[in-house]
């Protein structure tokens, strides 16, 4: 259900839309959503980082970065999120303690068809705390994004 899950957006970032006035309206409702969906102890300690390796790095040379990002993480006690290619959520997860891995993406689609999709359950159970959603690289429109964290 994807009401378990906890959701990174920015305005700025993650929000495409064509006037400001629309933009500012849609942003809150969509922030106010987010907020009701996620866990109700999940917080990201401002200030946090954001590592995203995109498709440039995955396997041993991921999990190696990762275990770095780890240590700084708990050296200097900040919130660092890590979004790792699919296949490498659960390696990451299983394998650093302060991390919180992110996935790239999800879809909107319940269990059963939907061959080439991210399932939002299958995200959690490789052990991501979270998803990046409308990336840049990865744009979704409105309707998609009410309908995914739903």
Known sequence: MLSQY????????HYKIETKALESQCALQIRRKV?????????IKPPFFEVGPKAF?????????AKVIDKVA??????????PQYTDISLLANNTERILV????????????????????AVKAAGA??????????????????????
């Open 57 to 65: 790095l995955y396997g041993e040379g991921m999990l190696k970065l």
């Open 102 to 121: 992110f996935a790239q993406h999800m879809d909107y689609l319940p269990v059963g068809r939907g061959l080439g999709s991210v399932l939002p359950e």
């Open 6 to 13: 906890k959701i990174l957006t920015t305005k700025r970032k």
């Open 129 to 150: 705390v979270g998803v990046m959603l409308n990336h840049a690289e990865k744009p979704l429109t409105l309707e998609e994004i009410e309908k995914t964290i739903k």
């Open 35 to 43: 907020v009701k969906n996620m866990y109700s102890d999940f917080k």
């Open 74 to 83: 708990m050296k200097y006690d900040v919130d660092v999120i890590v979004t």
